[in-house]
């Protein structure tokens, strides 16, 4: 029997093989050859005589996102809320740069824009050649797009807690009923009300998935890129790399640096090389621990 992985739970796995969800636990042998299974996995089943169900085997993974632990993803919708929690855009530059790396089709959402005006924050992605939606799901505004650009695709909403994933969620698939968090007054920010990263079938085709928002201090974990890959993970770096004066050029103020040109010429958005030249850093240091 086959099947996708909707989530894990204490060790248990909830498969959807098309007409039932089935409870397994993985194969012994995935512990020791270092493999786990994650939502959105593709699997086969092995039904034991006393009705029990295994993972048998995972297969091949289109792609695989670490934070949150999801598989075989269409598309990244990166969350951000305007307030209750402000935008953290080193985040967001990290988890853009690790969906480029990985391939994998990355949007924004700005929501509560109920709170504040959105448009300056907008317009940084949006000259950096991302889709941006901004929306309030408080105020049910500007989902429509975001619901026709999700709708057929397997698509990860991530982002910092409390920014209003399950909110808007529940508002693009009214079934779901997603349990939301109140914002602490004290924290100024939700205190992760989604426990774990759980598949939505959509009517379209596709999923929605919900993830548990991350915390600020995860920066260094989500970097899971190399120092010689990240400049082509910021697209906007893309047109004037490969024509610096030197070819080691790593586009930290050397001479002769058509990146830092571009970005004097206004061509490149400075919070955007700022998080570029924060995230080298981390990558340089997150390599050489594995090293
Ligand atoms: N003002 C305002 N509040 C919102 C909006 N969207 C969500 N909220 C509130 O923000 C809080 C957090 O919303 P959630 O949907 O639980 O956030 P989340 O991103 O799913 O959080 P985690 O599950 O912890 O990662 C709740 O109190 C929501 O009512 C919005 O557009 N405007
Ligand atoms: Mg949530
Ligand atoms: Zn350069």
Known sequence: ???IILKGIGGFYYVDTGDQVIECKPRGIFRKQGQ????GDYVTLLI???NTAVIE????RKNMLVR???ANVDCLVMVISMAQPVPNLQIVDTMLAVAESKDIEAVIVINKSDLANADEIGAIYEKAGYTVYIVSAKENTGLQELKDYVSGKVCVFTGNTGVGKSSILNLLDPSLDLKTGETSQK???GRHTTRTSILYPQKE???LIDTPGFSSLTVEKLADITPEELPYCFREFEP???TCKFTSCQHIHEKGCAVCEALEMGKIEPSRYESYENLLEITKKNNSIYN
């Open 48 to 50: 034991n005589a006393d």
């Open 205 to 207: 085709g596709g999923y």
């Open 36 to 39: 786990i299974p994650v939502a």
């Open 57 to 60: 085997s995972i297969k091949e």
């Open 1 to 3: 029997m086959e099947g």
């Open 240 to 242: 004037f790399l490969g």
């Open 187 to 189: 924290l100024g920010r």
């Open 68 to 70: 949150p632990p999801v």
